[in-house]
């Protein structure tokens, strides 16, 4: 009997061996099962343990409470705030605005709004918020200065030079120092108004005020019921002249009423009543010795 011979082995891959060292061969395929299946099983884990809705729960409240012992530490709290360039009126406006329960964690103090609700108040023209070491909230704060007491449908209130409004006055005689302006548009207008009241220096003693008229055009006033009626344009180098022309001849001192200066061209006077009475009694004279 002949032995039976066993074939040589094929060294060569089968089809399915071949293709995957192919497969393998491939920068992108390597790098997914070298780097990405690992990464995916890493991903995996913690994705089925979150599953659960009890874990993420007790996972979220954890890591709050982890968080909330950082929040609170005793480098985080702030214990007073202190307030800057504020008078004693607006300092207690402010507190009442921001009513803040110290101690409290700096990370529970949101500074940007708190700086935009202290700009709702009229008085506060700037404010500046920063926490100092030691626990010191500090704001700095700029008030605007009253420059004119303005005469509106709501009552007195205080402008400042660019006619915003700073604070309610109740009476006139708070601010005596102060210019009065009134009518519609004057808030508008204060910056000129402004220089309307330094050109009147030489009669500031008999100032008592300026009127918007038309929200277009200006009325000086002056005592003993005397007005001085300004154009729209040039109103300032026109009360300049007027009072150029006062120092020269008194004419504000005689018993005029008004000086119309609305049309500069041909500035008019319209006399009192009691000095056109005069005028015409004198008229009356002076026709009867005619005749």
């Known amino acids: 009997m002949c032995a039976l011979t066993v074939p040589p082995r094929d060294p060569a891959p089968s089809r399915w061996a071949y293709r995957l060292q192919r497969l393998w061969l491939t920068p992108l395929v390597r790098k997914a099962l070298v780097k990405g299946l690992p990464l995916a099983v890493l991903v995996a884990i913690p ?24 929040e ?16 004693p009126s607006v300092d207690e406006d402010i507190r009442e605005l921001l009513p803040l329960d110290f101690p409290v964690s700096s990370f529970d103090l949101d500074l940007r709004a708190m700086r935009r609700t202290v700009l709702e108040l009229d008085a506060v023209k700037s404010a500046e918020l920063r926490i100092r070491p030691g ?6 704060v700029q008030e605007r200065v009253p420059a004119v007491v303005w005469r509106g449908r709501g009552g007195l209130d205080l402008l400042d030079a660019q006619g915003n409004r700073v604070a309610p006055l109740e009476a006139r005689g708070g601010r005596p120092d102060l210019p009065l302006v009134a009518g519609e548009g004057a808030a508008r207008a204060v910056p000129e108004a402004l220089q309307l009241v330094a050109a009147a220096t030489p009669i500031k003693a008999r100032l008592r005020g300026l009127v918007r008229v038309g929200e277009r055009r200006w009325d ?19 009360l300049e002249r007027v009072i150029a022309l006062n120092q020269v001849n008194d004419m504000l001192g005689r018993n005029i009423q008004v000086v119309d200066l609305r049309n500069p061209v041909r500035p008019t ?15 009356r004279l002076q026709s009867g010795a005619t005749n």
Request: charged letters at 30%.
């Open 47 to 70: 994705a089925l343990w979150l599953a659960d809705a009890g874990r993420r729960e007790a996972l979220a409240a954890q890591i709050t409470d982890i968080r909330r012992q950082v």
């Open 72 to 87: 609170t530490r005793p480098e985080f709290m702030v214990k007073l705030m202190a307030i800057d360039g504020a008078s």
């Open 135 to 140: 626990g010191i909230l500090e704001m700095k």
């Open 220 to 238: 000086v006033v002056l005592d003993r019921d005397q007005r001085i009626l300004l154009p729209e344009t040039g109103a300032v180098a026109t």
């Open 269 to 283: 006077v319209r006399l009192a009543p009691e000095a056109v009475e005069e005028f015409r009694r004198i008229r």
